[in-house]
């Protein structure tokens, strides 16, 4: 007895996970000393929803992208156990061809530091492309840039033709995301990763980056994984939360009902720590007759 | 309260340089300008142009410099300045080895190790301590000793022991390229070793190596001279410029050209090198 029709065998199943992570344990060592950075995490996530990881810096937010992706910094041993299967590929245990096909063709990430991000030595239109030309399929190079003008184009550039030929440098933080942005929807991956994605931003540019964000989402139906340690974003964009401390989760559910009805110590003190525009105020500003200004 | 006035400096003109730029400028021009020429005109000697460096002429014998013989010519009448531009093309080749085999094999090997890690960067680390701890001078000279005295064998001894050098420091700054952001981006994007290599590592390594390079190419270039001058070079009357300043050195009182314009190229050359290096170092700031 099957559990769905034949018929129904060879289109995909929307309801599979399209990042499922059980008991994910990584582990660094470095001379005579090991320590668990992330500690038996596990979560699915489905086509079309998001998932925020919170937590405050060094919960091991960052750390738990790192393993589920098999990236991790040179010279840097990290010895992951568990499984992060990625549509159905296990990165921990994937050989690096298999690895590098899945995070070209299934996953797109934005990174924390725009600028960093990029390569200083390339104009953006080139690294847009580059982003694409990887693997054993390479579209030709016209097509390529045509892609890469429609994917600037998508996230905002008004004359994309022009600005694909600048520099990193040459545009403003914001523009610098959207360029990360495109660079991760390209391919229109399954799975958008968001490592804190929006916090070298002012405000402003913030929103405008996470609506962009939740309209390429909108456009393609990618799942969302976004790390970040503010947790006003996470209210407002997720529908799942999980809470990250010293590695470990320390609460995950759905987001509304976990901010609303915390149940771990944790929870509510990072929940506490949201400043209020109309809570009380911890520390008198001072009046300019008190001050020394003269 | 009255707001402080806050003056700000007028920019100067667009494409204005101060003097101090303008000078570098025109060193740079003047350093990349000699080396042109020189090229040329060794390559020009190599293809037969000019007198011929080895043809003796009894009738000019030490002549000082003159329009019929720009650099003078020896105790055997040949031409100073044909010699010293097939000396300068012996001093190219080694200058080439080094760049080709010392600088492109050492970079590679060192950017290799500063990617890979582990035993790679290990051995690497070993091999270029053990090999930067040998004579190298007494090394040389045996070896040109046993293989015999050519320009080749020459250049390929002394570039093969700039290959540690260069390894180690293209090791030291591909540890600190290998962290940085845009690299780890493009392993999320699905980037191959090969094409991290390529195109990440190695177009931000180049730039911060050019500095180095060009002041071994001018150590090469001395150390070729050096050999030359202290007998373990090209023999006679294979020209060189290390050879022509020894040789003229026992009639340095009476026929000073012998000496002085092959010293001469040596000092502009090696000027003209560590310029254009300085310029690299500035640029890749």
Redesign the interface.
């Known amino acids: 007895m099957t559990a769905f029709p034949a018929t129904e065998s060879t289109a995909p199943d929307l309801s599979a996970p399209i990042l499922s992570v059980r008991e994910l344990t990584t582990t660094i060592h470095t001379r005579g000393d090991a320590r668990a950075v992330v500690e038996n995490v596990s979560f699915d996530l489905v086509r079309g929803r998001s998932l925020a990881v919170v937590g405050e810096s060094g919960a091991g937010k960052s750390m738990l992208i790192r393993s589920l992706?098999g990236?991790h910094?040179?010279?840097v041993d990290a010895r992951v156990r568990g499984s992060a299967r990625v549509m159905g590929v296990d990165m921990a245990t994937a050989d690096a061809f298999e690895?590098?096909?899945?995070?070209?063709?299934s996953?797109g990430?934005i990174?924390q530091?725009p600028l960093?991000?990029?390569?200083?030595?390339y104009r953006v239109g080139t690294q847009l492309t580059?982003?694409r030309a990887?693997?054993n399929q390479r579209p030709s190079r016209r097509s390529l840039h045509r892609r890469a003008i429609e994917a600037m184009a998508a996230v905002g550039f008004r004359d994309p033709v022009r600005e694909a030929r600048l520099l990193p440098h040459e545009l403003s933080g914001g523009q610098r995301q959207r360029i990360g942005i495109a660079?991760a929807t390209l391919n229109e991956p399954a799975l958008l990763i968001g490592d804190e994605p929006t916090t070298a931003l002012d405000v402003t540019v913030q929103k405008r980056v996470l609506d962009l964000i939740d309209e390429m989402r909108e456009r393609t139906g990618a799942a969302l994984l976004l790390v970040t340690h503010d947790l006003a974003v996470a209210a407002e964009r997720c529908d799942d939360l999980i809470v990250m401390r010293a590695g470990s989760v320390v609460e995950a559910g759905p987001t509304l009902q976990l901010l609303t009805a915390p149940e771990h110590p944790y929870t509510r003190a990072l929940i506490d720590a949201i400043p209020r525009l109309d809570g009380p105020r911890t520390r008198r500003l001072c009046t300019p007759t008190e001050g020394n200004?003269? | 309260m009255v707001a402080p006035e806050l003056t700000l400096a007028a920019p100067g003109p667009s494409g204005a340089r101060g003097p101090r730029a303008r000078f570098a400028h025109t060193g740079i021009v003047l350093a990349a300008g000699w080396l042109a020429l020189l090229t040329i005109s060794a390559l020009a000697a190599i293809a037969g142009a000019g007198a011929d460096p080895l043809a003796n002429d009894y009738e000019a014998i030490n002549e000082p410099p003159s329009l019929a013989h720009l650099f003078g010519t020896d105790s055997l009448g040949r031409d100073i300045f044909s010699r010293s531009m097939h000396g300068a093309a012996a001093s190219g080749l080694v200058a080439l080895l080094t760049v080709v085999l010392g600088g492109g094999v050492g970079i590679l090997i060192g950017v290799l190790a500063g990617l890979v890690r582990g035993a790679v960067e290990a051995f690497v680390g070993f091999v270029t301590d053990v090999t930067i701890a040998l004579p190298s001078l007494i090394i040389v000279s045996a070896v040109v000793t046993l293989a015999g005295p050519s320009i080749l064998t020459i250049g390929l001894i002394i570039s093969a022991f700039t290959i540690p050098l260069f390894a180690r420091l293209a090791r030291a700054v591909t540890l600190s390229i290998a962290t940085e952001n845009h690299v780890l981006v493009a392993r999320t994007l699905g980037a191959s070793g090969w094409r991290i290599l390529t195109r990440e590592v190695l177009p931000a390594v180049l730039p911060l190596m050019m500095p180095v390079l060009m002041t071994t190419v001018a150590g090469a270039i001395v150390a070729e001279g050096a050999l030359s001058f202290l007998g373990f070079g090209l023999r006679p009357p294979e020209p060189s410029w290390g050879a022509l300043i020894a040789q003229g050195r026992a009639e340095l009182s009476t026929a000073s050209w012998l000496t002085l314009f092959p010293a001469l190229m040596i000092c502009i050359t090696i000027l003209s090198v560590n310029v254009l290096g300085e310029h690299f170092r500035e640029a890749s700031r």
């Open positions: 992706l990236v910094a040179p010279g690895r590098r096909r899945v995070l070209r063709e996953i990430m990174h530091d960093r991000s990029l390569n200083p030595t580059e982003s990887f693997g660079a200004l003269s």
